[in-house]
């Protein structure tokens, strides 16, 4: 069955890039999300790549898709406080009536 | 921008209670989805609906069920609350299939807790 994987938490320093990566399972996926989680808020969509490209760049937020390998990283430059959250990877499948598959989450730690 | 609104942030109830969450969405959106959320298990999707009156099991419907009477709201039932129902509840709509790319957009959470 489908399946999306993530680590549970990364840390990082305040001002170094952060990389957060996802592999999944499902080979028709067809676009690639991934959502970023507040404390006590709901997610918000922070960007999306679709399945035919291989990279997005939006501000400090670059994803990369290796779809060989099923593999999708979210780097995010020069890290802030505000970053801290918990950032879940997502897929969704066309013949999957709007169904999106979510990952388990990955927990975003700033250290000064 | 789609606003997705969960009438409740907190909500408290005793074990057997028939409770019940509301979610509104202002976008005109086909889809609408109930999850819940767990500390190590992401979101668990409960059930899910693509028009009025339509639903679908999620993984992990047991326990609950649904309403849609009207396109912009979608109502998640606790028949009998149990404690292990304790959780954060999650809705989110979308554009149905067919129209590209279709996010979910998700409302603030119910963090229900049962006693």
């Known amino acids: 069955g489908e399946d999306v994987e993530q680590s549970l938490f990364l840390s990082v320093r305040e001002g170094d890039s952060s990389v957060i990566n996802c592999t999944y399972t499902?080979?028709?996926?067809?676009?690639l999300y991934w959502y970023k989680q507040e404390p006590g808020a709901g997610l918000q969509l922070l960007t999306y790549?679709?399945?035919?490209?291989d990279m997005k760049q939006d501000q400090r937020l670059t994803v990369l898709l290796n779809k060989k390998d099923k593999h999708l990283s979210l780097r995010i430059a020069d890290t802030q406080t505000g970053d801290s959250a918990i950032y879940f990877c997502?897929?969704?499948?066309?013949?999957?009536?709007?169904?999106?598959?979510f990952g388990s989450g990955t927990r975003l730690s700033i250290r000064p | 921008d789609v606003k997705v609104t969960q009438s409740s942030r907190y909500l408290v109830k005793r074990t057997g209670e028939k409770v019940f969450l509301e979610c509104v969405q202002d976008?005109?959106?086909?889809?609408m989805f109930w999850y819940r959320q767990d500390p190590g298990l992401g979101l668990r999707l409960i059930y899910f609906?693509?028009?009025?009156?339509?639903?679908e099991k999620g993984d992990i419907p047991e326990g609950y069920s649904v309403s849609r009477e009207k396109k912009e709201r979608f109502s998640l039932i606790l028949e009998s609350a149990s404690t292990n129902q304790t959780s954060m509840y999650l809705c989110?709509?979308?554009?149905?299939?067919?129209?590209?790319?279709?996010?979910?957009?998700f409302g603030d959470g119910t963090r229900l807790s049962i006693l």
């Open positions: 790549i679709f399945s035919n490209m």
């Open positions: 499902d080979s028709s996926s067809t676009y």
């Open positions: 997502a897929e969704s499948q066309y013949s999957s009536a709007s169904k999106i598959i």
């Open positions: 609906s693509y028009d009025v009156k339509m639903k």
């Open positions: 976008m005109d959106h086909e889809n």
């Open positions: 989110a709509s979308s554009s149905p299939r067919g129209e590209g790319n279709q996010p979910q957009h």
